[in-house]
């Protein structure tokens, strides 16, 4: 699957349906970025049915504060728009593969049930 550019106005749309998104935050000028760009693109096309996308911090400013993004790239995994993981530094091939891998084996309704705890807590 190609790699999707996300925007502000794209980007809530993209993150909150059913199945994994992957997001990259990255900038041109960054060279880390363009280190992990290609095992980026690999990892889009091995798994089509994961939604994977860029955000690139300085056109889009807004949605790099929105999600503090301070160091990049960054990498965010949001399955069934529940946000599981969001790390900065560039990744090796099997670190990105064993992260998917991470997503893909979880129980949603047992991560949705553990989110409900704690929010309930906190509430209290």
């Not at 925007?7 to 749309?13: A, G, L, M, V």
């Not at 997503?103 to 989110?115: F, S």
């Amino acid at each position: 699957m190609a790699v999707v550019e996300l925007t502000k106005d794209t980007f809530s749309e993209t993150v909150s349906g059913e199945g994994i998104t992957l997001i990259d935050f990255w900038a041109d000028w960054c060279p880390p970025c363009k280190a992990f760009a290609p095992v980026y693109d690999k990892a889009a096309e091995k798994h089509a049915d994961i939604t994977f996308g860029k955000v690139d911090t300085e056109a889009e400013q807004e949605l790099a504060m929105a999600f503090d993004i301070r160091s990049i790239p960054t990498l965010m995994i949001v399955r069934d728009g529940v946000t599981l993981y969001s790390n900065p530094g560039a990744l090796r091939e099997a670190a990105l593969e064993d992260l998917i891998a991470q997503a893909r084996a979880l129980d949603m309704d047992e991560v949705r049930k553990a989110l409900a705890e704690k929010d309930s807590v906190a509430a209290q």
